[in-house]
């Protein structure tokens, strides 16, 4: 068993640069099927997930080839339309070949996706997109299969029930080589989708987002390759902006993605803690003076990103009041409370009051179950300390990392493959700052 070992108490100083993307590095991936042509990707951070989706890709005859943070891929050799189970079930993005496969050679067979353990996390809205675009999908339950045919795609008008990130990507990949027009309303407007949408035009598909929540895609017969650099991690960003805060330190940030954080930075200084523009793409990032407490609620895009209250959630145990946190997007992503309870935070759980909760969250109210909740209160400020915690999805892991550096102690966590999902060299970046970080083996003296 892999485990980080963390001493806290040291503040974190220094200079360090953002991460290619990973939510974009993943379908930029997957678009590689949509061709023949090789597709050189710049940015690409070597995380466990892209690796993850290579090997899903090389399962089908794709070639890739990774050299520091360039990646080439080719789908010239394409083999096969069918994920193996073992490899295409680890990992939800897997599902996103299946438009691909069918834009292209007319079929596709792919396991039900997994990842990170936050809630259903259901694909049933491309699966439904798809289908209106003239796909015949049949899910098996003994083998565990999607299986997919259509002699072409075409166009259609859908519109989301609910905002989906991945949702919208899966339709953009497959409408891009359908026959007509596809319209896609109530569309995910995170910029990470736009950088995608970046990418597939410059590979020669004919996309335009019309309005914040549409998106119009008009088939073509055939994309080629391209060379394309990935925009910023934002989710990276904010994960070492708050480091800076809940050690009492400050941190230079390279690559900086102000123009996207604007909820993340408001809160940041409402809470008391400072940020400054150092030039068009560098933020510094510190504290001074008392945390205080303050109220958020997730939200897609340009909402507090769900992916930023956990991190967020460590801050506010040092604040002076209390804070609340209303998750609306997944069902089920405080997983890392209790952990944070062992060290010493003092957190309850409450269910905000919602008037129509089933059109007012953003997962299927029907996978909602009633011991969980959607809102906790954080009482603070509390002294963190030492504890042996496990991570359970990536972004908890992040919230873990933080809440570790922030406690007296040395902090054992475990689980720690999740955090290499999305987080390229964590222990390594974090030392160059100042962190008293290492990674050992189980047997090598934890």
């Not at 010239?76 to 050679?105: C, D, F, Q, W, Y």
């Not at 020669?204 to 060379?227: W, Y």
């Not at 523009?277 to 205080?292: F, H, L, S």
């Amino acid at each position: 068993m892999k485990t980080l070992v963390v001493s806290g108490g040291f503040p974190l100083k220094g200079e360090m640069a953002i991460a290619g993307a990973k939510n974009v590095a993943l379908k930029a991936c997957v678009a590689a099927l949509l061709t023949d042509e090789e597709l050189i990707l710049h940015n690409v951070p070597r995380i466990q997930d892209v690796y993850s989706i290579l090997e899903v890709l090389k399962s089908l005859g794709v070639r890739s080839v990774f050299k520091h943070n360039t990646l080439r891929v080719s789908a010239k050799h394409l083999a096969t339309t069918t994920v193996p189970l073992e490899i295409g079930a680890s990992l939800r993005a897997s599902s996103l070949a299946m438009g691909p496969l069918i834009a292209r050679h007319g079929q596709a067979n792919i396991p039900n996706p997994g990842g990170c353990r936050i809630g259903a996390r259901p694909i049933d809205r491309q699966i439904d997109g798809l289908r209106k675009m003239g796909a015949s999908i049949l899910y098996n339950s003994t083998d565990g299969y999607f299986h997919a045919t259509a002699l072409r795609l075409s166009g259609t008008d859908y519109t989301f029930t609910k905002n989906t990130h991945t949702g919208t990507e899966a339709l953009l990949l497959a409408a891009v080589l359908a026959k007509g027009r596809t319209i896609l309303s109530n569309a995910a407007q995170e910029v990470e989708v736009d950088d995608l949408i970046s990418i597939l035009s410059r590979m020669g598909a004919k996309i335009k987002r019309t309005s914040q929540r549409q998106v119009v895609i008009d088939g073509v017969d055939a994309l080629h390759g391209t060379e394309y650099t990935l925009m910023p991690d934002r989710n990276e960003e904010v994960t070492f902006a708050i480091a800076a805060a809940i050690t009492g330190g400050e941190i230079m940030i390279h690559n900086s993605q102000r123009k996207h954080l604007g909820p993340f930075l408001r809160a940041f200084r409402k809470a008391g803690a400072m940020w400054k523009p150092c030039g068009e793409a560098t933020t510094k990032y510190w504290i001074k003076g008392n945390v205080r407490p303050t109220i958020i609620t997730t939200a897609p895009y340009p909402g507090f990103m769900t992916d930023w209250q956990g991190p967020w959630a460590v801050l506010m145990t040092q604040a002076f009041g209390n804070s609340t946190i209303h998750e609306t997007v997944f069902e089920n992503r405080f997983s890392y409370v209790s952990e944070l309870m062992k060290m010493g935070a003092n957190i309850e759980f409450f269910d905000p009051p919602v008037k129509h909760p089933e059109e007012f969250y953003n997962f299927n109210w029907e996978d909602h179950k009633n011991e969980l909740h959607q809102g906790i209160l954080i009482h603070g400020p509390t002294k963190l300390h030492n504890a042996v915690v496990e991570m359970r999805d990536l972004r908890a892991g992040a919230t873990l990392v933080l809440a570790a550096l922030a406690a007296s102690g040395t902090t054992y966590i475990q689980g720690i493959e999740h955090i290499d999902r999305g987080y390229e060299k964590i222990e390594e970046r974090l030392t160059s700052l100042g962190a008293s970080i290492r990674r050992v083996t189980r047997g090598d003296g934890v």
